[in-house]
């Protein structure tokens, strides 16, 4: 147990997804299993990478199996976006799944909204300042307003919403990234591994920066 005054340690959670129609090859799928076999370890109490599966019928139950067996402070999401410039930080999540597609079992939603709630949620990411830290690194990072209307955003409003048990945390977001070279297609600007893989480190580094700053704030103000 910390000591009196000592500043307390986040639990951070990495999803991703796995291939969907449109994508033979989801680079975040890779992205998450790299960070499992070698997990981010400085200035956090635990860390997990979870791949969550292209199914609207199913998205919801296993990121509450994940909120309960996990209790993050942190949630960060990634998701392939083939038009993608960069890192793609997204800023509100839709409680809207209106214009919906297939997912892998060729399913469509059973409902155009998420879940209870307003119709959208803004991102608790610092953003601000991961924009700087990857612009800082030479990486490239763009602004969203608009996680699409697929599965990514479903991913982001149900974490951001509180709705799924156990996943309440104070932080959460969505990051979209671009298809590795290999499988990019005409027009599209891929990123490479090494790139993706240093962004992502960045992002986590600086969610948990601000974080733990914004706890020894808190924890000094209630001296």
């Known amino acids: 147990m910390a000591g009196e005054g000592a500043t307390s340690l986040p639990r951070v959670l990495v999803t991703s997804f796995s291939v969907f129609p449109s994508a033979p090859v989801n680079p975040t799928e890779a992205l998450a299993r790299l960070l499992s076999f070698d997990p981010p370890t400085e200035r956090l109490e635990a860390f997990q990478a979870e791949i969550l599966p292209v199914e609207y019928a199913g998205l919801a139950d296993r990121l509450s199996a994940i909120g309960r067996a996990f209790r993050p402070d942190i949630v960060i999401q990634f998701g392939l976006a083939r038009r993608a410039i960069g890192f793609r930080l997204e800023g509100l999540a839709r409680n809207s799944l209106k ?125």
Not at 102 to 120: K, M, Y
């Open 99 to 223: 214009h919906a597609r297939p997912d892998n079992q060729g399913h469509l939603p059973v409902s155009e909204r998420i879940c209870d709630g307003p119709e959208s949620w803004p991102s608790t990411l610092p953003l601000q300042a991961i924009i700087e830290d990857l612009q800082a690194e030479g990486l490239p990072v763009e602004w969203s307003d608009d996680a699409g209307d697929y599965l990514c955003n479903m991913a982001f409003a149900l974490a951001r919403s509180g709705t799924c048990e156990g996943l309440q945390a104070g932080m959460t977001g969505f990051v979209h990234v671009p298809p590795l070279p290999e499988d990019a297609l005409e027009g599209e600007l891929p990123m490479s591994a090494a790139d993706l893989e240093r962004g992502a480190r960045l992002i986590i580094a600086r969610c948990v920066a601000t974080w733990t700053e914004a706890d020894r704030s808190d924890r000094n103000s209630k001296r």
